[in-house]
C-alpha cells in the first residue's frame, strides 16, 4: 500500500507515501553497503592499484573521518536550508563519491572518492531523519517509518558485504562502486519533489568543520605513518593538527557557538559511553579489516567468500540487538556495557590465539558471532547512559558526539593496527594474531578510560549535585546517524 493514514489515537491525520519513505530511507541502505564494503573490495584494490600499507588504511578510514568531522555542521545545516535541498545534495555527493572511487586510476584517488562518499553520508543522513520526522506527527506512523530506517541500517551493513562482494568476484572491484549509481539515481528522481519547509537561517560555522575534520585526518594519518614517516613527519602532523583543535575551541567559545554544549562534554557518563564506543569501533572496524586482508590474500578466498564469511557478525548484531535495550533496562547500562566490552575482548584474543588456526566453524564463525553479540550490548547501553545523563533538548548533540567517537574511533584503529605493522600482506610475515590483540588491547584501555571518567558513586546517578537516578530511556527517535555503524 503506497498511502496510509494515521490512526484516530495519532492525530492530526496524515497522509504517507511509503513510496517516498523507503526512498529516504535507502540512504542508509547506501552508507552502510559503503562501510561494510571496503572490507571486501580492499584486498583487490591493494592488487590492482598497489596501494601501500598507509593508502590501504586511509582508504579504509577516508569514508568514517568525513563522517565524523562533518556530521556535526551537517546537522546545523539541515536545520539552517531547506532540508530537502541538503538530502538531495547530500545524496547526490555520495553519488558522486561512488563514481570517483569507480574510475579511480591510483590509491590516492581513490582515498578522494571515499572521503566524498563520507561527505555524502554525513549531509544525507541528518536530513533524512528530519524529513521523516516533519512530515509525521509523533505517533505509530512516525515510529513505523524510523524503524524503516533502521533497519536498512542493518541491512545495509550486510549487504555491503555480500552484494559488492559478488561483483568483485565477478566483474571487479569498479563494478563493486558502479552499483549504487542507480539507486543514488533512483532516490534522486523519486524525492525530488518531496516539500520541505524553509530552514531557519541560522549561520553555520564552516571554518569550526574544516578545522575538525583536518584535526582528525592529520591525527589519523601521523598515528598510520608511525614506523614509515620519519618522527619529524609525525611530530609535525600531530602539531598541525593540535593547531586545528585548538582553532576549533576558540571560535566556539568566542562565537558561543560550539558544535557541542558544554553541559554535554563535562558530563562523565556522556565521556565515559563516547570512550567505550571508541574503543569499542577501533576494535571492531580493525578487526574485520585484518580479517578481510588475512582471508583474501593468505587463505585465498575469493570476495565473495570473504562477505560471506564476516555475514555472521552483522546477523548476530540485528538479532541480538533487540534484546540490548531491554537487558539495561533490567540490569543497568554499566553492566551491560561492561560485558559487551569484555565479550568482544575475548573473541578478539580467541581469534588472535587459535581462531584463524581451527576450522572456521570452530575458529572465525563463533568468534564473530561472539562480536556482533557484544556491539548489540555496548551500543545500547552505551547511548541510554549518554542519553539518561543530558537533557532532552541534548539528545540529538549528544547522538552527533556518540557518532563522532565511534567513527574517529574506527579511524584510528586502523590506524594503529598500520602504524604496529600488524597487517597481514604477502611477504610481510605478518600474521593476523598481532591485530587482534592490539584490537582486544583498544577494548580493554577504552574501558579503563571509561572507568576514569564515571562518577565514584555506587547509586548511578548522572554524576552532577543534586541529580537524581532515572530509569534507562528508549534511544531517542533522531538518534540515527550511529545506527549505521552499530550494525558492524
Given amino acids: 500500500m503506497q498511502e496510509e ?27 552502510g553497503m559503503s562501510s561494510s564494503s571496503i572490507n571486501v573490495q580492499i584486498a583487490a584494490l591493494r592488487s590492482s592499484l598497489e596501494l601501500s600499507p598507509a593508502q590501504l588504511q586511509l582508504t579504509a578510514s577516508a569514508f568514517l573521518i568525513a563522517y565524523a568531522g562533518l556530521l556535526p555542521a551537517a546537522g546545523r545545516l539541515v536545520d539552517a536550508w531547506r532540508r530537502r535541498a541538503m538530502f538531495l545534495i547530500g545524496v547526490g555527493v555520495f553519488g558522486l563519491g561512488s563514481a570517483l572511487c569507480a574510475a579511480a586510476p591510483s590509491g590516492w584517488w581513490l582515498v578522494c ?27 505509530r506512523l512516525r515510529n513505523k517509518a524510523l524503524a524503516l530506517y533502521g533497519a536498512m541500517g542493518a541491512a545495509g551493513f550486510t549487504l555491503g558485504l555480500v552484494v559488492p562482494g559478488f561483483l568483485v568476484a565477478q566483474l571487479g572491484w569498479r563494478a563493486s562502486f558502479l552499483v549504487y549509481l542507480p539507486l543514488v539515481a533512483a532516490v534522486l528522481v523519486v524525492t525530488r519533489t518531496l516539500s520541505s519547509a524553509p530552514g531557519t537561517g541560522a549561520r553555520v560555522d564552516a571554518l569550526a568543520a574544516v578545522a575538525l575534520t583536518a584535526a582528525v585526518i592529520l591525527s589519523v594519518v601521523a598515528i598510520g605513518g608511525i614506523g614509515d614517516a620519519s618522527p619529524w613527519m609525525v611530530a609535525g602532523q600531530l602539531a598541525v593538527a593540535g593547531v586545528f583543535a585548538a582553532v576549533l575551541i576558540h571560535r566556539g567559545r568566542r562565537r558561543g557557538t560550539r558544535m557541542f554544549p558544554a553541559g554535554v562534554l563535562r558530563s562523565a557518563r556522556v565521556l565515559a559511553a563516547c570512550a567505550a564506543l571508541a574503543g569499542v569501533f577501533a576494535a571492531i572496524v580493525a578487526s574485520m579489516y585484518l580479517t578481510g586482508l588475512e582471508l583474501a590474500l593468505s587463505r585465498h578466498y575469493d570476495e565473495f567468500a570473504v562477505g560471506l564469511a564476516l555475514a555472521p557478525q552483522s546477523i548476530s548484531n540485528a538479532s541480538v540487538g533487540v534484546w540490548g535495550g531491554r537487558l539495561v533496562t533490567r540490569f543497568g547500562p554499566g553492566r ?5 566490552m569484555a565479550l568482544v575482548t575475548c573473541a578478539l584474543v580467541y ?64 590506524a594503529l593496527v598500520t602504524a604496529f605493522g600488524a597487517v597481514p600482506l604477502p611477504g610481510s610475515g605478518q600474521g593476523p594474531a598481532t591485530g587482534m590483540y592490539l584490537s582486544a588491547a583498544c577494548v580493554l584501555v577504552a574501558g579503563i578510560a571509561a572507568l576514569a571518567f564515571l562518577p565514584r558513586d555506587s547509586q548511578g546517578t548522572r554524576g552532577t549535585p543534586g541529580s537524581h537516578p532515572e530509569p534507562p530511556q528508549h534511544l531517542p527517535e533522531h538518534d540515527h546517524t550511529s545506527r549505521k555503524m552499530s550494525t558492524s
Fill in 336 to 340: 551491560v556495557l561492561a560485558a559487551g
Fill in 113 to 139: 572518492g571515499r572521503f566524498v562518499q563520507g561527505a555524502g553520508a554525513a549531509f544525507s543522513a541528518p536530513a533524512a531523519i528530519a524529513l521523516i520526522t516533519a512530515s509525521l506527527p509523533p505517533g
Fill in 351 to 414: 581469534l588472535g590465539a587459535v581462531g584463524f588456526e581451527l576450522p572456521y566453524a570452530l575458529g572465525l564463525l563463533p568468534a564473530t558471532v561472539a562480536i556482533g553479540c557484544g556491539v548489540a550490548l555496548c551500543y545500547p547501553a552505551a547511548s541510554i547512559m549518554a542519553m539518561d545523563a543530558v537533557r532532552p533538548q541534548e539528545h540529538g548533540t549528544t547522538s552527533a558526539l556518540l557518532t563522532v567517537f565511534q567513527n574517529v574511533g574506527g579511524a584510528l584503529g586502523l
Fill in 5 to 31: 493514514r494515521q490512526s484516530p489515537d495519532d492525530e492530526p491525520a496524515t497522509k504517507v507515501s511509503w513510496w517516498r519513505i523507503g526512498f529516504i530511507c535507502s540512504v542508509l541502505l547506501l552508507e
